[in-house]
């Protein structure tokens, strides 16, 4: 077991991101954005500073937060954009050591509407079998995506695509309506969904938050662990006592949300402190 976090919530550049690393007494890192860009992203001179740096750091990036089919992407959206994105990753991840990156399975269609889920099979066939003939491991979150739509998604996806194994987040079933249930269909059960997903699961992001308001426009609010709707305590309590040995990976969001940001600067500052107490506050839940 070996605890992370996405660092590019404590700080934009690198410097920032590896003192809070360290001040969490951590040696791993999940890689996101470093100065805004996305980790595959980076130019390659840039990249090769970054490498360097983490060795010479001693941290150990254990995954990649790739833009691969995320919620940003819809289905209609030109493949040979993922394609470019996963030769761009995978010796990115060979060189870093890095054996895991988060994959999702492309924007939700308005419920109701043509899912074009045998376009997102095929899709996520090709993906999976990529990273996996480069002796990597493509892992899907349930996020604002097609498999987040409910644990039945998800699990229609692992029986669709060969290979496809899971990281589980925490938080993201709290705000969104559990599309598997008849109307009025309520928000999502975390701890449920993680029961009916759980064989697959080989990695966990920890967030927590409370369900947005009924009837309003405001949206989720997160929260420190534990201080959520998320059920943090018992879905933590049932991993151990399922013999989970991966990894938990820290995405708090209490500062900011990092895709939401809308080109706003936040506070950074109030970002790097949030992101040391919230990993602090998340060892002492887990203990």
């Not at 009916?196 to 308001?213: E, F, R, T, Y």
Request: hydrophobic content about 35%.
């Amino acid at each position: 077991m070996f605890l992370s976090g996405f660092t590019d919530e404590a700080g934009k550049d690198l410097e920032t991101q590896i003192k809070a690393t360290r001040e969490l007494g951590w040696t791993q890192i999940s890689a996101r954005t470093i100065d805004g860009t996305n980790i595959h992203e980076l130019p390659d001179d840039d990249f090769a500073r970054v490498a360097d740096r983490l060795d010479a750091a001693g941290l150990q990036v254990v995954e990649f937060g790739s833009l691969i089919g995320n919620w940003a992407k819809p289905i209609r959206s030109d493949f040979a954009i993922t394609l470019a994105e996963i030769d761009r990753a995978i010796p990115r991840m060979q060189r870093l050591n890095t054996k895991l990156i988060r994959i999702m399975s492309y924007a939700m269609e308005p419920w109701g509407e043509d899912q074009q889920e045998a376009e997102r099979f095929r899709r996520l066939r090709e993906i999976v079998q990529r990273f996996d003939d480069a002796g990597l491991q493509a892992i899907h979150e349930n996020c604002q995506n097609y498999g987040g739509f409910s644990a039945e998604h998800t699990l229609r996806l692992v029986e669709e695509v060969p290979g496809l194994k899971l990281v589980f987040d925490t938080g993201n079933p709290v705000f969104t309506r559990d599309r598997s249930k008849p109307e009025p269909q309520p928000w999502q059960d975390a701890l449920e969904f993680y029961r009916a997903v759980k064989a697959h699961v080989v990695h966990v992001h920890i967030k927590d938050c409370l369900n947005p308001p009924e009837g309003r426009t405001e949206p989720e609010k997160y929260t420190m662990p534990g201080e959520g709707q998320c059920r943090l305590a018992e879905i933590l309590s049932e991993l151990q006592a399922d013999g989970y040995r991966g990894g938990y990976a820290i995405e708090p969001h209490v500062a900011t949300v990092f895709h939401a940001l809308d080109g706003q600067e936040p506070d950074w500052q109030q970002c790097y402190d949030s992101f040391v107490a919230y990993g602090q506050a998340f060892e002492q839940l887990l203990a």
